[in-house]
């Protein structure tokens, strides 16, 4: 029982310190997570699901599929697979998403 105790002890040190995302972005100071919010329109809950190990969400066996869905749909073929392959955002993705971001500011703004 000890081991079993201190194998999850050592799995939930070792998921805690993976980065959660994006170093190539953090090192130009832009929060990754909260930018894929604010691109996708989902929580940085959703986002940090979808990049995790995502059995630490109680809700992932309801919600995955629709969250990754609308996540695919929102940021675009390209920045999703990159992202999903390599767990963090480029340069260019993050200015993407910015672009992305922009755009629905704009939208909200002409819209009221």
Known sequence: MKIIQRAMCIGIAAAMALP???TAVAQEGVDSI?????????SERQVQM???NR?????YRIS??????KFREAVGPEIYRD???????????????MAIVNAHNTQGVAGE
């Open 34 to 42: 909260a930018l894929l919010a604010q691109a996708s329109g989902l």
């Open 64 to 69: 995955y599929d629709r969250v990754d869905r």
């Open 55 to 59: 059995a630490s969400y109680a809700e």
């Open 20 to 22: 959660v995302a994006g």
């Open 83 to 97: 992202f999903k392959e390599r767990g963090e955002l480029t340069a260019s993705d993050a200015q993407q998403l």
């Open 50 to 52: 979808m990049l995790g």
